[in-house]
């Protein structure tokens, strides 16, 4: 590991010796160009002040937010029991296919890669009728001490 670090070392002055003598040296003007040529992209995923249902979110919290970010991964054919958020959050499903259904018997199905707004302070379950796992990144708006969400375990799966 020293060696490595010496050899670097080394790399690096033979090259800004020689772009300070004769310009710039091969190697750290591919470098360069490689660099201008790639570029930060940003897409903006979603944009919104309603969940998925349609239906309005809330005024924010009073007092110190607590920002959460959580992976899940479901398993093909799992099932979350009944439950509520009485939290914002959003995601982005990474991969495979969740159902969500509330308990008005409404659904959304989010494919791989898009956004989704869960619902607020509103009952609903997941479930995971695809063929691979769900991976799916989950951000919240919290604050200490609540519960990112409130299981139901008197509202049976059917």
């Known amino acids: 590991m020293k060696t490595m670090r ?3 070392l080394a790399a690096i002055l033979v090259c800004g010796t020689t772009t ?10 591919k470098s360069h160009a490689d660099n201008a040529a790639q570029k930060v992209e940003s897409t903006e995923l979603i944009r919104t002040s309603q969940s998925w249902d349609g239906v309005e979110l809330p005024e924010y919290l009073q007092g ?9 991964v479901f398993p093909v054919g799992q099932k979350l029991g009944w439950h509520h958020h009485p939290v914002m959050n959003y995601g982005v499903l990474m991969q495979g296919e969740l159902t969500i259904i509330g308990l008005d018997g409404k659904e959304k199905v989010v ?18 009728r695809g063929t691979k796992p769900v991976i799916l990144y989950m951000f919240y708006l919290s604050q200490k001490e609540l519960p990112l969400a409130v299981q139901h375990p008197e509202i049976p799966l059917e």
Request: hydrophobic residues 35%; proline residues 5%.
């Open 111 to 128: 494919h791989e890669g898009e956004p989704v707004v869960e619902m607020v302070n509103t009952i609903h379950h997941g479930e995971n």
């Open 64 to 72: 110190r937010p607590e920002l959460v970010a959580v992976k899940y």
């Open 20 to 29: 300070a003598c004769f310009g710039q040296c091969c190697c750290c003007q």
């Open 6 to 8: 010496l050899w670097m």
